[in-house]
Structures are given as C-alpha cells and as structure tokens.
C-alpha cells in the first residue's frame, strides 16, 4: 500500500531554519505531484507548496513564498522543504500528500490529493 512518511519537523526559535523531508513507498513515484500542507490548531489544514512531476515546476502559498523551497528527489521517491526565516505562525502539523500527475494545474486544495502522511509537528518559538 502506499506509505507517506514524514520526518524532520522539530521545536525552533523565530529566525531559524528547518528541512522536511517526506518518503514515499508503495507507488511510481515519479508519476505522482507532490504537496505540502500544515494544519495549526484551531485552524483548517492549509496548501503550503506544492511541485509537479517535473522537479522544475512549483508553487507556493503567497505566506511562504520566498521563506520555504520545495524540491524531490525522484531517485530517493522524496520530497523535502527547506523552510527558513521561520515565524511563530509558522507552527503547525505539516503533512506531504501525493496525487497521481494529470494536467497542468497546481493543485492546492486537499481534497485534491489521493494520499497523506501522519504528519510532523514543527513549533516555532518567539
């Protein structure tokens, strides 16, 4: 079946910087976009980024846009974001999800996506 395990996720003063990384298993990976999404408490889950088959193609939430890089490695069947200049609003359970590659949207809307990880939780300190 398929596996979406994150990892990397941690506590981090304002300021700092923090890498994600998501493995995936199960699937052709390389077929598949990817996303990142991050749900804070009290709040409903959110896009955050999201990149394309072709590792060329990405799109951010306009709150991360040039703070946080996505990026797959589609030999290693992952994904990462480098997440940098953190802020407090920035803590959140973030979760990758995959969707099978069709068309050229981004697609930003989780129900959009067929698979999820458990989530990591990252906590930035003021």
């Known amino acids: 079946q398929v596996q979406l395990v994150e990892s990397g996720g941690g506590l981090v003063q304002a300021g700092g910087s923090l890498r994600l990384s998501c493995a995936a298993s199960g699937l052709v990976f390389s077929n598949y976009d990817m996303g990142w999404f991050r749900q804070a408490p009290g709040k409903e889950r959110e896009f955050v980024a999201t990149?394309?088959?072709?590792?060329?193609?990405?799109f951010y939430a306009d709150s991360v846009k040039g703070r946080f890089t996505i990026s797959r490695d589609n030999a290693m069947a992952a994904i990462f974001l480098q997440m940098n200049t953190l802020k407090p609003e920035d803590t959140a359970v973030y979760y990758c999800a995959a969707r099978y590659a069709s068309g050229s949207a981004y697609r930003i809307r989780d129900h959009e996506y067929d698979y999820w990880g458990q989530g990591t939780q990252v906590t930035v300190s003021s």
């Open positions: 990149i394309k088959w072709n590792p060329g193609l990405t």
